[in-house]
């Protein structure tokens, strides 16, 4: 079956610093790749979507400046957040859409701690 | 834009009982409904899903109801089981954007 192989699985930085998470599929091309984060006991917040070569579109109260979205190719998306804050401390997953109809491919999520 | 309640926030159920969560949504629009059972520090794994033009589905212990009038979806799972014990989503989204909209999830606890 389709596999989205996300790295790392988890990353402590400091703050101010930038974290770069990838998003590979491993078999299929991914179209589009979505961008979640997920807080404690939480749901799965949409932050942005990507189609492969095109801008990122980022949901409302997400700084573009600060999650740079990058889907240059159809098989690697890659989040970076920049300037890092403790407050961005999360559970960042991804997820690909391969063409249209439904179905989704999670990545494994990589649990990002800033101290 | 779209809008998913889902209730209750947590559901204590006795090992072999069943299990109902529900869901709501907004947009008529909407026309696919998963569910993911999510554990602890893993990514959201797909369970069931239901397309619009269908009013139930089952697959072994676990089914999904659709009633597209009142707006609203609901997952059954019959014969708990401890392995059961996790977090539930329901999500809704509709071919136009593919972008899922999250209920706020249900914690399931099968007590033995």
């Known amino acids: 079956g389709a596999v989205v192989s996300q790295h790392p699985s988890w990353v402590i930085c400091k703050s101010g610093t930038s974290v770069k998470i990838e998003c590979r599929s491993l078999?299929?091309?991914?179209?589009?790749m979505f961008w979640y984060r997920q807080f404690p006991k939480q749901s799965l917040m949409l932050m942005a979507t990507?189609?492969?070569?095109?801008?990122?579109?980022?949901e409302q109260g997400v700084e573009k400046d600060k999650f740079l979205i990058n889907h240059a190719s159809l098989t690697l998306s890659t989040l970076t957040v920049t300037s890092a804050h403790p407050e961005d401390s999360s559970f960042y997953i991804c997820?690909?859409?391969?063409?249209?109809?439904?179905?989704?491919?999670f990545g494994s999520g990589t649990r990002l701690t800033v101290v | 834009g779209e809008n998913v309640e889902q209730h209750p926030s947590t559901l204590s159920v006795q090992e072999g009982d069943s299990a109902v969560i529900k869901c709501t949504y907004s947009d008529s629009a909407s026309n696919y409904f998963p569910w993911y059972k999510q554990e602890l520090g893993k990514r959201p794994q797909l369970i069931i899903d239901?397309?619009?033009n269908v009013g139930e589905k089952k697959d072994q212990r676990i089914a999904v109801t659709l009633n597209k009038t009142a707006k609203h979806f609901s997952l059954h799972i019959t014969e708990t089981q401890p392995e059961d014990s996790a977090v539930y989503f329901c999500?809704?989204?509709?071919?136009?954007?593919?972008?899922?909209?999250w209920g706020a999830g249900t914690k399931l606890i099968i007590k033995p």
């Open positions: 078999d299929f091309q991914a179209t589009t």
């Open positions: 990507s189609n492969e070569g095109s801008k990122a579109t980022y």
């Open positions: 239901i397309r619009s």
């Open positions: 997820s690909a859409k391969q063409g249209a109809g439904w179905g989704y491919t």
């Open positions: 999500a809704a989204t509709m071919d136009s954007n593919y972008q899922l909209i």
